[in-house]
Nanobody, 124 residues
Framework: QVQLVESGGGSVQAGGSLRLSCAVSGATASTSCLAWFRQTPGKEREGVANVDRYGATLYAESVRGRFTVSRDNVKNTLYLQMNNLKPDDTARYYC??????????????????WGQGTQVTVST
């Protein structure tokens, strides 16, 4: 069974930075691809970025150049460094795991395991 636990959320002013972490435990084969998603009330869950175990990454256009996704396969941890944050980045951020890496889409249905999320709030 795969378990994902996010941390690092909080409140920050626009232009600031936060680093999210996601501790990953469970079957290695089920965590070949790790990803970050975010969701605000009343909206669909949005893909932010993914990374495979070899470091290949994919970013949503809205965060490219500001966010960096990475993973430490020894520590079994996923990270999301978020710089130059904007109020539109306010959301609950979730990490997700799946068996297969997808290089061209960030669809939520590609992922089988999800964490409980961590809230990020960006104020003006």
């Amino acid at each position: 069974q795969v378990q994902l636990v996010e941390s690092g959320g909080g409140s920050v002013q626009a232009g600031g930075s936060l680093r999210l972490s996601c501790a990953v435990s469970g079957a290695t084969a089920s965590t070949s691809c790790l990803a970050w998603f975010r969701q605000t009330p009343g909206k669909e869950r949005e893909g932010v970025a993914n990374v495979d175990r070899y470091g290949a990454t994919l970013y949503a256009e809205s965060v490219r150049g500001r966010f960096t996704v990475s993973r430490d396969n020894v520590k079994n941890t996923l990270y999301l460094q978020m710089n130059n944050l904007k109020p539109d980045d306010t959301a609950r951020y979730y990490c997700a795991a799946g068996r297969r890496y997808y290089s061209n889409d960030l669809a939520p249905n590609r992922y089988s395991y999800w964490g409980q999320g961590t809230q990020v709030t960006v104020s003006t």
